[in-house]
């Protein structure tokens, strides 16, 4: 089955300054790769995702990248703000059939410090 | 209108009791998902309903079971409650690609 690897498992920045999380997989046939921001006591939200059709993936200050054949995919968060405190999480599956599962990274604890 | 909705919110419980939360979307998706996340924040997969047809059953004890009365709800039953099932339980549900979470249920057994 798949495996997804994900770190730092914490990650403090300055506010304004880049944080970068990275994922690893391990199934070839993976080809769905979201990511999810859980705030404290809130329920996990899609923030960005990519497919594996796409090596790169940008809205405003956040962006994913792609390299399948390394596999691994990486969160970027640019100009970072308080109110990007959370925990991030990755996640892999096998899209279009939709009873394939979800792979979930371990989380990254991310303190951006005013 | 919320998408998905979660049935209680909070649940406090004693051990050895038998409880379930409630599940329901409204998106018409085909797949519903129930999740455990423990005090570490890890996200288990415990059960996957496409159809109403059970699809994926990881490796959960018996105690839990899901019932689907239709596409739109999937509800999670667990009897004989322990310590251990303290925890928050997340239902989701997918589209093609993307996946929704429901805001979660806190299982608190004393």
């Known amino acids: 089955g798949e495996n997804v690897e994900q770190h730092p498992s914490t990650l403090s920045v300055q506010e304004g300054d880049s944080a970068v999380i990275k994922c690893t997989y391990s199934?070839?046939?993976?080809?769905?790769f979201p990511w999810y921001k859980q705030e404290l006591g809130k329920r996990p939200q899609l923030i960005i995702d990519?497919?594996?059709?796409?090596g790169e993936k940008k809205d405003q200050r956040i962006a994913v990248t792609l390299n399948k054949t390394a596999k691994h995919f990486s969160l970027h968060i640019t100009e970072t703000q308080p109110e990007d405190s959370a925990v991030y999480f990755c996640a892999a599956s096998k899209g279009r059939n939709t009873g394939n599962q979800f792979y979930f990274g371990t989380g990254t604890s991310l303190t951006v410090i005013p | 209108d919320t998408a998905v909705s979660q049935t209680p919110k909070y649940l406090v419980t004693q051990m050895g009791n038998d409880k379930s939360i409630k599940c329901e979307q409204n998106l018409g998706h085909d797949t519903m998902y129930w999740y455990k996340q423990d005090s570490k924040k890890f996200l288990k997969i415990m059960f996957s309903y496409n159809n109403k047809e059970l699809i994926i059953n990881e490796t959960v004890p018996n105690r839990f079971s899901p019932k689907s009365p239709d596409k739109a709800h999937l509800n999670l039953h667990i009897n004989s409650l322990e310590l251990g099932d303290s925890a928050v339980y997340f239902c989701?549900?997918?589209?093609?690609?993307?996946?929704?979470f429901g805001p979660g249920t806190r299982l608190t057994v004393t």
């Open positions: 199934d070839s046939a993976s080809n769905y």
């Open positions: 990519i497919r594996s059709n796409v």
């Open positions: 989701a549900t997918r589209s093609s690609y993307e996946q929704y």
